[in-house]
């Protein structure tokens, strides 16, 4: 009786493993995404092997009406560019549940860093940047927008 309850117990918990295995794909990270803050939405698309994501929604675009700019870009040339559209993730590539090996642009600051993204549910993004190690930088997370 007692090798009946444990296997029933394995076979549970290893299909429970398996769903949880399924669930995440390479594609989870698709979609349209809100920044920490709610401030701004990045939708995450897939060019080739890599992934890339682009601001398409500001909360504030400007109070004069007119066009966000990249201000805080450290290259004059950058500064004028417009926000919306503006490509913030790229060169993100897929291995064993984690998007690495690409670059963070945080337009509040004007910097990039090197990125690493986690899925840490169907609706809630892990986003950590970095410079140099990845276990020295900062993560937020990022919220599945409503459609």
Same mark, same amino acid.
């Not at 926000?83 to 993100?92: A, C, H, Q, T």
């Given at each position: 009786m007692k090798i009946r309850q444990f296997i029933s117990a394995f076979v549970l918990l290893s299909l429970f493993s398996f769903g949880k295995t399924i669930a995440q794909t390479e594609s989870s990270i698709l979609g349209v995404w809100y920044n920490t803050e709610k401030t701004a939405q990045v939708e995450i698309l897939k060019k080739g092997n890599e992934f890339l994501g682009k601001i398409i929604w500001l909360k504030d675009p400007n109070p004069d009406g007119k066009p966000a700019t990249d201000k805080e870009n450290s290259d004059p040339k950058l500064k004028t560019r417009p &926000?919306? $559209? &503006?490509?913030?993730?790229? $060169? &993100?590539k897929y291995s064993s549940g984690v998007w690495k090996g690409g670059q963070i642009y945080d337009p509040k600051s004007g910097k990039t860093y090197s990125c690493e993204i986690k899925l840490k549910s169907p609706e809630v993004l892990e986003v950590k940047g970095y410079i140099g190690f990845s276990f020295v930088g900062r993560t937020v997370e990022w919220t599945k927008a409503k459609k």
């Open positions: &926000l919306m $559209g &503006l490509p913030i993730l790229e $060169g &993100l």
